[in-house]
């Protein structure tokens, strides 16, 4: 049996919140449609939303975190990774101030995790160095 | 009389048992709608079926159909969905004995939002829906009567706004080539907005969609520019006709112009391997 389906969902790129189609057959997507009557991109979409099809499956994506061992990066747990960020954010903090980190956000991330950043950044570690990508 | 939406339904119901699947729109989630597979094994699908706005069918079609040569699929398809189909099995796309066609017939509305000149289908042997007559493009009218260095003026003004989205080369369903043209940076430059050349990309698209496009106005509708891009196509099709008395998708036996047909023999293949 042939299963195609296009699967409505929003451009994880940018905050514009453009509405896209996922193309999927046989369960492996396989490409990217507009939808036209959605009421913020009106069937259209840019270059990057035309493509966000190519990263899901991409051999190059990041699945696992990497700590850099001896000039290589290395595989790692998450507890390892996120134990390694949090001892040297203290550090930094205590030898040099809540103002000497800066902490860069992202659009590709929903609204709730860039308000727990922002937080993360004022609260926990004391500065108002926040900013996102689309800046850069 | 029964509406068009009812009719498409029990002719959608009379081919599946006959089919692996019948492609059409299904309304989706918040009223948003895709082109869908209907199967037999789902038929409670059909309650979701919808006729606008439509959809690059045939692309999707070509789809499948890569994934599956041998499928037996039928179609929902508009007049120029049904041209688009035509031409891409007259350029070995798709094999047609597998493909059925269910003919849909524009209504004054649709084929005015379009600007149509052919809203109706003329291949599909089952049909739904009264066939009406064509209607003025205007846009391509004016452009049409303007004077060379006017027309020269606007396209370079209109091709200015492009983004680069690929977006028109992407949805249209006569862009078949595995590769192509445009991604190569000796013609087209990457990373910069506006190109430095915008005429570029979009004059190379227009001379390979020569007799290839059946104006169904995809890449028009895609444009987050909204460059007019079906008038340029539309343009050229006038050419064509009057070149080479040739219409894409009209006659089905009729040869496309540029396809040139060799004797059998060994060939070395030159240039990018299209």
Redesign the interface.
Known sequence: MIEYENVLTTCPYCGTGCALHLQVLDQKLVGVLPAKNHVISEGGLCIKGWNVHAFVNHPDRLKKPLIRKNGKLEEATWDEALKLVADKLGEIKAQSGPDSIAFLSSAKCTNEENYLLQKFARAVIGTNNIDHCARL | MTDRLTSLREAIEAVLPNV??V?ALRI??????????F?K?HPEDLAKLALW?K??VPD?LK??LR??PD?KLAIVCRGCEERGIVEMFKHAQLNLDNVTLIGLQCEQAEAEFCRCAKPFTVHSKTTVGQSIKGVPDPVTEKIAAMSQPERLAFWKQEFEHC?????CR??CPQCFCNVCTLEDEKWVETGRLPMANPSMYHLIRAMHMTAKCVACRECE????ADIPLAVQFRLMARDVKELFNYEAGAVMDQKPPQLLVLEEGDYERSGLPH
Do not use: F, M
Not at chain 2, 163 to 167: A, E, L, N, Q
Not at chain 2, 221 to 224: A, G, L, S, V
């Open positions: 692996d699947g492609l989706g989630p918040g009223g948003i709608s895709a082109s869908h597979l199967s094994e706005p959809e690059p999707t789809i499948i994934a599956h499928a983004i680069k989205c690929y977006g992407t949805i509708e895609t444009c987050p």
